[in-house]
């Protein structure tokens, strides 16, 4: 059961009818944007303020008649959920294009973070993620959340007794989740790529996402077919309008 995590990270902006997307930036570093399809992904804005495109996504899934009866769980219910799904990893697919494209203009301010010196310890380590986190802290930006895949957050839950206290190792034991570290929040993607890990300044140190129009579900029916279709449809857009608000690290892989 996948969940989108794009939208934890951005400023939300419903957009009224007409209304044209226009946010200010940082006026000392670029700002990134997602552009229409079929066009290049990368915007460098050197003015006061960012226009960002807003974008069409379309989720689309059907079912046979027949199936209805057949299955034993409700397939009308799970094929909604299929499109939800399939719309959050395309919002998020988009997302992670924009970090990566943001971090890799960005590296004379924010380096591409790796193991320290002297982690022996390798992998997602706390020293790892404490030097990814002061890059943001030193542009004087709250530090969000680390964004990573499991394969890295498997690390963490290795930590013993010398890297957590006794209290959040029972956590972990029982719930096998660690939501949180130095009070920044660890949300996990299987989207990211291995051993690659993200820290993201507040959303609204970062970027916003305007949307023009919100999540709707329309009706694809096929009665030739004898099928019952859905077509999900949104409409949105995404820019970083401060690049200093993400830093990438790629760790060692264990």
């Given at each position: 059961m996948y969940v989108g995590t794009a939208r934890k990270f951005f400023e939300i902006d419903v957009l009224a009818q007409g209304q044209i997307a226009r946010y200010d930036k940082d006026i000392t570093v670029n700002a990134y944007t997602v552009s229409k399809r079929g066009k290049v992904n990368q915007w460098v804005v050197e003015g006061d303020y960012v226009e960002p495109n807003t974008w069409e996504i379309f989720s689309p899934a059907s079912i046979r008649l027949s199936q209805i009866q057949q299955r034993r769980f409700n397939i009308l219910d799970r094929t909604q959920e299929k499109i939800r799904i399939s719309t959050?990893?395309?919002?998020?697919?988009?997302?992670?294009?924009?970090?990566?494209?943001?971090?890799?203009?960005?590296?004379?301010?924010?380096?591409?973070?790796?193991?320290?010196?002297?982690?022996?310890?390798?992998?997602?380590?706390?020293?790892?993620?404490?030097?990814?986190?002061?890059?943001?802290?030193?542009?004087?930006?709250?530090?969000?959340?680390?964004?990573?895949?499991?394969?890295?957050?498997?690390?963490?839950?290795?930590?013993?007794?010398?890297?957590?206290?006794?209290?959040?190792?029972?956590?972990?034991?029982?719930?096998?989740?660690?939501?949180?570290?130095?009070?920044?929040?660890?949300?996990?993607?299987?989207?990211?790529?291995?051993?690659?890990?993200?820290?993201?300044?507040?959303?609204?140190?970062?970027?916003?996402?305007?949307?023009?129009?919100?999540?709707?579900?329309?009706?694809?029916?096929?009665?030739?077919?004898?099928?019952?279709?859905?077509?999900?449809y949104e409409e949105l857009g995404m820019a970083a309008v401060n690049a200093n608000g993400v830093a990438q690290g790629n760790h060692t892989i264990l």
């Open positions: 959050q990893i395309q919002e998020d697919s988009q997302f992670l294009a924009l970090l990566a494209t943001t971090a890799a203009g960005n590296t004379t301010n924010n380096p591409i973070q790796t193991n320290p010196v002297g982690d022996t310890f390798g992998g997602c380590s706390k020293y790892f993620l404490n030097d990814l986190s002061s890059i943001i802290l030193d542009h004087d930006l709250p530090v969000y959340g680390f964004l990573m895949r499991f394969n890295s957050f498997k690390d963490i839950r290795g930590w013993n007794n010398t890297e957590l206290d006794p209290v959040t190792m029972r956590e972990i034991q029982e719930t096998g989740l660690y939501g949180a570290i130095w009070g920044i929040d660890i949300i996990v993607s299987r989207l990211v790529t291995k051993g690659t890990v993200f820290c993201l300044a507040e959303p609204r140190f970062f970027g916003v996402m305007p949307i023009r129009t919100e999540m709707i579900l329309m009706p694809d029916d096929d009665p030739q077919a004898a099928t019952i279709g859905f077509v999900g």
